[in-house]
């Protein structure tokens, strides 16, 4: 008995389907069996299915089977959520903004990765909604393959990182794998739209925890030339100008500024 991986990621967008856009089934969770089964039984009705169809030789497996590669799947799902989801940018100009403030442990690295993770559902939920409403949707009610589902939904998530991808980006990883060109955006494939998508992130995060490093760097220096001047050399620059950053970032409004300069940067 096989198991066809390419089905892996599709089984994976089952669960956060399920999850985001049908919120009974995270209600039913807690419920009893029989009122979790009536609940949501169209993603889990879906579910069952994709584990059935994953089978080489078209017979369902296993119920160990299933719970062994549910199990699996859900180690993979850090990998995804962090390498093709607007996650990555959002985490490392919140670390930057951290640093920047001068504050080692706060916000805690906990609270960073809720925002993080939260913000970047918001920013996702655009996707999520055509996934489940172009894939799971129908998957469920029978009106197309497993197959299809898989291509449709991955086309959706092709569609959002090219938006988010530079050309330049592009263009090295097409001269790594030795591809001249490609007829359109929608025909390069996932090998060479996910690290340039990866990449393309790293830079756009630098780029924004630059200009918001800079006016804190600059309260820095003035703080420092000022104790320079009063020949308070001994006393510690970053003391006396952290209050000021944090009063500077408070009377901005800095979370709401960042967060909603972080959800526009996706808006392309």
């Known amino acids: 008995m096989r198991i066809n991986f390419k089905y892996i990621w599709v089984i994976l967008a089952f669960i956060a389907s399920a999850f985001v856009a049908d919120p009974s089934f995270a209600?039913?969770?807690?419920?009893?069996p029989t009122e979790?089964?009536?609940a949501?039984?169209?993603?889990?009705?879906?579910?069952?299915?994709a584990l059935d169809d994953v089978s080489g030789d078209g017979q369902p497996l296993s119920i160990t089977l299933q719970i062994l590669i549910l199990m699996g799947l859900l180690t993979i799902l850090p990998s995804i959520v962090l390498m093709?989801?607007?996650?990555?940018?959002?985490?490392?100009?919140?670390?930057?903004?951290?640093?920047?403030?001068?504050?080692?442990?706060?916000?805690?690295?906990?609270?960073?990765?809720?925002?993080?993770?939260?913000?970047s559902l918001?920013?996702?939920?655009?996707?999520?909604?055509?996934?489940?409403?172009?894939?799971?949707?129908?998957?469920?009610?029978?009106?197309?393959?497993?197959?299809?589902?898989?291509?449709?939904s991955g086309n959706v998530m092709h569609s959002f990182m090219a938006k988010q991808t530079r050309q330049s980006d592009l263009r090295l990883f097409m001269d790594l794998a030795d591809q001249e060109s490609f007829a359109s955006t929608e025909d390069i494939p996932f090998s060479i739209m996910l690290p340039a998508f990866v990449t393309s992130e790293l830079k756009t995060a630098f780029q924004i925890g630059f200009m918001i490093f800079l006016p804190f760097l600059i309260i820095d220096l003035v703080v420092a030339a000022v104790l320079m001047a009063l020949g308070m050399m001994m006393l510690s620059p970053v003391i006396i100008s952290m209050p000021f950053k944090l009063l500077l970032f408070v009377l901005v409004d800095g979370w709401a500024l960042t967060m909603g300069s972080l959800a526009a940067s996706f808006a392309s």
């Open 84 to 119: 093709m989801t607007s996650f990555t940018r959002i985490i490392i100009v919140l670390s930057i903004l951290r640093h920047a403030l001068g504050l080692q442990q706060t916000p805690p690295n906990q609270v960073l990765i809720g925002l993080s993770l939260f913000l």
């Open 36 to 38: 979790a089964a009536a």
């Open 27 to 32: 209600q039913a969770a807690t419920a009893p």
């Open 40 to 49: 949501a039984p169209g993603a889990s009705e879906a579910l069952e299915r």
């Open 122 to 152: 918001f920013v996702m939920a655009p996707s999520i909604e055509k996934i489940n409403e172009q894939a799971i949707a129908p998957y469920s009610s029978d009106e197309i393959t497993l197959t299809q589902a898989v291509e449709i």
